[in-house]
C-alpha cells in the first residue's frame, strides 16, 4: 500500500469555506445522522470539499474536522487512508483516471498510461507545464466488458484504443470536454454486443407467437391449470434420466453376476412400468399426506419385553422384569463388581443403612455408601488419608535464595523513626522513590547511618534490597559521606 501524504505547505492555500450552495449541502448532509453520530459524515463532507476545490486540501481537513468536532487527527485518517481523496493539486481541465486491473491490462491498458505519460507528465501525481491535466493508475472501475477505459473526474470513458484517447484529452485541454459522449467509445451500446443483440433481440409479442406455433400454446396462455388438482404435465415424461440403451453396456440381455432373476426383463415393459409411476406422481395431491397411516409398528411391545417393563404405549402388554437386558445387565454386574459395592434395590432417598449390623456392607466401604446418602450425593468422606504420591518438587532460586544465610551484617544503628527532618537518601545515586522508602521501612533515614556503615553491613543492605552489588559499586557510603560534610543548600544543588 503507498504512503499517501498531505502536499506541501508551499501548494496548501491559507484556508478553505464551502461555497453557500455547497455549507447548505453540508449542514442538510449532517442533520441526516442521528444525534452523537454526525461524524459519520465525514466523507461525504471531504468528498463535498475535492469537488469545490478539485483536491482536499489541508484547510479543508481542519475545516470539516471543526463541522463535525472531529480530532483533526482523525479527519485525517480518513482523508490519507481512501486512494478517492486527492492530497495534491490535479489538473484543472481533467484528471485522468487510468484502470489497471486485470481485464484492462490484457485488453491494452498499458498503451493508455503510455499515452498519458506522452501528452500529460512521466510520472502519475504530476501535472503538466499548464497546470491543467494530470493522471493516476487505479484500481477496477466497474466496467471490465469494456475494457481498457479511463475516469476523468466523475464520467467514465470505455472501448478505448490510444488514439481515441489522445483526442479525448487534446478536447479536454482545449475546455471542449462536453463534445465527448460518456462511455464506450466504438459505437457499442452500453456493455450489449457489439455488432447488436444475438439472443433475445425480438419484440415480445413475436416471441410468444414463435413460441406458440412452434409448441402449440404459449409460456402462460396456453398452459394449464395451476395447483392441487391441476391435471397432468401438458408435456410427456422427461427421458433425460434415463440410460442411453444404444451403448453396448446397458444392453439388458447381458448376463452379469448378481443380476435380479427378472434383470432380462422387456425394455418396453419396464419403460411402461416407469411412465405409469411417473404418472402417479404428479396425480393430485400426491406425496403430500404420505406417512399419515401408519398403523402399530410393535416396536413399544418389543422394548417392553427387552428391558423388563409395560410399555405405557400398549398397557395390554405383559409384564416381565427378567428381560433379555436385564439379565445381561445383572450377568456383567455378578462378574465385575463386589456386592459390597452395590446399593441396594430397594433403598430410597433418605433411607438409614445400619453398617454395624454387618450385612452386606462394612466400614471399609464408606467411600461408596456413606450414612443416609448415595456415592455422588453426599458431601463428606472419612477418608481423608493422604494417597501415595511422587515427590516431584524442585527448589526454584528465590527458594534456594531463601533458605541461603544472609550476607554480611545488619547495620546496628537502624532508627524507629527519624531524628529530626530526615534527609534526602534519593541525592544518593542509584537510590530512587521505591528504594528510599525500602530504606525508611527498614530504619535509614539520614546521610549520617550510611556514612557510618562498614563494608559488610553495606553488603548486607545490598543483598536486602536484592541488587546485586549495585550499592557497593555506586559508593553509597563515600557518596553519604559527601553528602553529610555539604550544607543543605548545596545537598540540595547535588
Avoid at 147 to 163: C, K, N, R
Avoid at 244 to 253: L, M
Avoid at 425 to 452: C, M, S, T
Wanted: glycine fraction near 10%; proline fraction near 6%.
Amino acid at each position: 500500500m503507498s504512503v499517501r501524504r498531505l502536499a506541501e505547505d508551499a501548494v496548501q492555500p491559507q484556508g478553505f469555506a464551502f461555497s453557500e450552495e455547497n455549507a447548505a449541502w453540508a449542514e442538510m448532509t449532517i442533520r441526516k445522522y442521528p444525534e452523537g453520530r454526525q461524524q459519520s459524515a465525514v466523507i461525504p463532507l471531504l468528498m463535498r470539499a475535492q469537488d469545490q476545490d478539485g483536491w482536499v486540501t489541508k484547510a479543508a481537513i481542519e475545516h470539516v474536522a471543526d463541522m463535525l468536532d472531529m480530532p483533526l487527527i482523525r479527519v485525517l485518517e480518513v482523508a490519507t487512508f481512501y486512494t478517492q481523496f486527492q492530497l495534491k493539486p490535479v489538473g484543472t481541465k481533467a484528471h485522468v483516471q487510468v484502470c489497471g486491473t486485470t481485464p484492462c491490462m490484457l485488453r491494452g491498458s498499458e498503451d493508455l498510461k503510455a499515452v498519458c505519460r506522452k501528452k500529460i507528465h512521466a510520472e502519475p501525481f504530476h501535472r503538466n507545464a499548464s497546470g491543467t491535466l494530470s493522471w493516476e493508475e487505479v484500481e477496477c472501475l466497474g466496467a471490465c466488458v469494456n475494457a481498457p477505459m479511463v475516469m476523468i473526474f466523475q464520467d467514465t470513458y470505455e472501448d478505448l484504443t490510444p488514439e481515441r484517447l489522445e483526442e479525448i484529452i487534446d478536447l479536454f485541454d482545449a475546455g471542449r470536454g462536453e463534445e465527448v459522449q460518456p462511455g464506450p467509445q466504438n459505437g457499442r451500446h452500453l456493455s450489449a454486443p457489439i455488432g447488436g443483440l444475438t439472443s433475445l433481440n425480438g419484440d415480445y409479442d413475436d416471441i410468444i407467437e414463435t413460441q406458440r406455433r412452434e409448441t402449440g400454446h404459449g409460456p402462460a396462455a396456453g398452459a394449464p391449470p395451476q395447483g392441487a388438482g391441476g391435471g397432468a404435465a401438458s408435456t410427456p415424461p422427461s427421458d433425460a434420466g434415463r440410460p442411453d440403451t444404444d451403448a453396448a453396456e446397458t444392453d439388458p440381455t447381458i448376463a452379469a453376476p448378481g443380476k435380479a432373476q427378472d434383470g432380462n426383463a422387456v425394455e418396453g415393459g419396464e419403460r411402461e412400468e416407469s411412465d405409469e409411476l411417473t404418472a402417479e406422481a404428479h396425480a393430485p395431491e400426491a406425496g403430500q399426506t404420505g406417512g399419515t397411516r401408519q398403523g402399530e409398528t410393535g416396536e413399544a411391545e418389543r422394548d417392553a419385553a427387552e428391558v423388563g417393563q409395560v410399555s405405557g404405549d400398549s398397557p395390554s402388554a405383559p409384564t416381565n422384569t427378567g428381560g433379555t437386558m436385564r439379565r445381561k445387565e445383572a450377568a456383567a454386574t455378578d462378574a465385575v463388581v463386589p456386592d459390597v459395592r452395590l446399593v441396594p434395590e430397594d433403598r430410597t432417598a433418605g433411607a438409614s443403612l445400619d453398617l454395624d449390623k454387618g450385612g452386606d456392607y462394612d466400614r471399609a466401604n464408606t467411600d461408596q455408601v456413606g450414612g443416609d446418602e448415595i456415592e455422588g450425593r453426599r458431601t463428606g468422606t472419612s477418608d481423608e488419608s493422604a494417597g501415595p504420591v511422587i515427590h516431584d518438587h524442585f527448589d526454584s532460586e528465590a527458594e534456594e535464595k531463601r533458605e541461603a544465610p544472609q550476607v554480611g551484617e545488619k547495620p546496628a544503628d537502624l532508627l524507629s523513626q527519624p531524628q529530626g527532618e530526615k534527609d534526602d537518601l534519593q541525592k544518593i545515586r542509584g537510590i530512587g522513590p521505591v528504594i528510599e522508602g525500602k530504606l525508611n521501612d527498614l530504619g535509614v533515614f539520614h546521610y549520617w547511618q550510611v556514612a557510618k556503615w562498614r563494608e559488610v553491613e553495606l553488603l548486607w543492605i545490598d543483598d536486602y534490597l536484592n541488587f546485586r552489588g549495585r550499592a557497593v559499586r555506586e559508593g553509597w557510603i563515600e557518596q553519604a559521606k559527601e553528602l553529610q560534610g555539604r550544607s543543605p543548600d548545596d545537598a540540595g544543588d547535588a
